[in-house]
């Protein structure tokens, strides 16, 4: 018997945050009240994603960075 897919919603709220004495864009994605990974902005062509308060990735846009989130929240949920 195969499994249903069932739709899941993604918040992603953003918000400005001093991080160095840097101003940055940090959009956090939760999954009803669970937050599942945050994006950094670093650049116009740099996102670092941070998921559990470690540095996974660094990807060129942020739909790749929100991607994969979702995936790895996929892979270990």
Do not use: H, P
């Not at 018997?1 to 956090?28: F, L």
């Not at 062509?45 to 540095?55: E, L, S, T």
């Amino acid at each position: 018997m195969s499994k249903k897919n069932k739709d899941i919603e993604v918040k992603i709220e953003e918000a400005e945050k001093k991080i160095n004495g840097e101003t940055i864009t940090v959009s956090t994605l939760t999954i009803g009240k669970k937050e599942i990974g945050q994006v950094l902005a670093q650049d116009t062509k740099k996102f670092a994603v941070v998921i559990d308060g470690r540095n996974e990735a660094t990807v060129k846009t942020l739909d790749e960075a929100i991607e994969y989130i979702i995936r790895q929240w996929n892979l270990n949920d």
